[in-house]
């Protein structure tokens, strides 16, 4: 059992103390974002969808922290109320492919042959197709919604998880633990769950830190395109959409904003995932 602790010490291990900041600083940044979606009817100072015809086009002022759109909506209240969707999507679409990916890959790893071939196979057809025109044929038979595209981003996201929970897996199958447990009578299912799979967490929370980053851009590709979010709901890749009209009259405002905050998200997740990728690649060596 003393194996279980090398892994899942991986992440508290680095080479200096500069990764160790890096990783606290970024983690910070996410935590701001979810208290800022969770707390956001008590930080946002107005309703995030009722819009003011008086109020149209409005510049920052004391009344409105960053100007109001072309339906006289706040921009804070609405960036704020944003966040939610801009997490929420995202966490479903790491749930599900994080659950099936990583069933799928302790199965290849665990019983090869032919189940391995399958599964592998089935990956390459996945991957064939470019993960946003996958997501988009999926939304496009489906009705528009920010679930039907969190399902879809999540199917193409399955095979890049996958991989990496066998390749990893492959490795753990053949620790010699594994095998005298298999031979004391632990059945499959209770040994891959209770201790094939802890050891593999250090390497899925890295993959999965990155693959929120990742279909945060998705989703927010999708409703850019109209097919996710829908108006009046607040979302920073809907915002983006709906703000091209006011750019041409003068008031970049609020794509402008959403796309900056949809910046610094994407860019902390990716960058802790990498970090958090590079500390138990270290940890290894």
């Known amino acids: 059992m003393s194996a279980l602790v090398p892994a899942r010490s991986r992440l508290l291990r680095g080479s200096g103390g500069g990764a160790t900041t890096a990783i606290r600083c970024f983690g910070a940044f996410a935590v701001l974002l979810v208290l800022l979606a969770v707390c956001a009817p008590l930080i946002a100072p107005q309703d995030p969808n009722t819009g003011d015809v008086l109020s149209v086009l409005q510049p920052s002022s004391s009344e409105h922290w960053l100007g109001t759109d072309a339906s006289g909506r706040d921009l804070f209240s609405r960036l704020v109320f944003g966040s939610r969707t801009a997490l929420l999507g995202p966490l479903v679409v790491v749930l599900v492919a994080t659950s099936a990916g990583t069933a799928l890959g302790i199965l290849a790893a665990w019983n090869r042959g032919w189940a391995d071939s399958l599964i592998g196979r089935l990956f390459d057809l996945v991957f064939s197709f470019p993960s946003m025109l996958l997501a988009l044929l999926f939304v496009t038979v489906m009705s528009?919604?920010?679930?039907?595209?969190?399902?879809?981003?999540?199917?193409?996201?399955?095979?890049?998880?996958?991989?990496?929970?066998?390749?990893?897996?492959?490795?753990?199958?053949?620790?010699?633990?594994?095998?005298?447990?298999?031979?004391?009578?632990?059945?499959?299912?209770?040994?891959?769950?209770?201790?094939?799979?802890?050891?593999?967490?250090?390497?899925?929370?890295?993959?999965?830190t990155m693959s929120f980053g990742y279909a945060m851009v998705e989703l927010a590709g999708i409703s850019f395109l109209g097919l996710g979010v829908q108006d009046p709901t607040a979302d920073w890749g809907e915002m983006i959409n709906t703000g091209q009209g006011s750019i041409v009259r003068g008031f970049p405002q609020e794509s402008l904003y959403a796309g900056i905050v949809l910046v610094l998200a994407v860019v902390c997740f990716l960058s802790l995932g990498d970090l958090l990728s590079e500390r138990i690649n270290g940890g290894r060596r």
């Open 144 to 208: 528009p919604g920010l679930f039907s595209a969190a399902l879809a981003v999540s199917i193409a996201f399955v095979p890049a998880i996958g991989r990496l929970v066998r390749s990893t897996a492959l490795r753990e199958v053949n620790e010699p633990y594994v095998q005298a447990l298999y031979t004391q009578g632990f059945g499959t299912v209770r040994l891959c769950v209770r201790h094939v799979l802890p050891n593999l967490w250090p390497v899925i929370v890295a993959q999965v």
